[in-house]
């Protein structure tokens, strides 16, 4: 199994993980510009997203931003049932 990482850190601290493969065409998804185009407060879609917040988070969190998961390792696992998401980790804090 791969996972590509598709951005670096962004600006609010958060790195993401792609785990969902191609995405559709004028979808929101992450990108060097940390644009967010479909307004909802990061550069990705929050409603295809697992956050992982190795401070406030805990693994048997949901991996909403309200309720992150700890580890990249539990992010990572939610994320590959499908529907696949993107994973966003933060330095902590999100």
């Known amino acids: 199994m791969r996972i590509r990482i598709v951005a670096a850190v962004l600006t609010v601290g958060l790195t993401v993980l792609s785990v969902r493969g191609a ?4 979808a929101d998804v992450p ?11 990061i550069d990705g879609d929050a409603a ?7 401070l406030s988070g805990t693994d048997g969190n949901p991996g909403t ?8 390792t539990a992010g990572i696992a ?17």
């Not at 990108?31 to 407060?41: S, V």
């Not at 939610?78 to 999100?94: E, T």
């Open 65 to 72: 931003r309200a309720q992150p998961k700890q580890t990249i």
């Open 78 to 94: 939610a994320a590959l049932v499908p529907p696949r998401k993107d994973v966003y980790v933060s330095k902590g804090n999100l």
């Open 31 to 41: 990108d060097p510009g940390f644009l967010d185009t479909n307004g909802d407060g």
């Open 48 to 54: 295809h997203a697992i956050f992982v917040d190795r």
């Open 23 to 26: 995405h559709a065409q004028g």
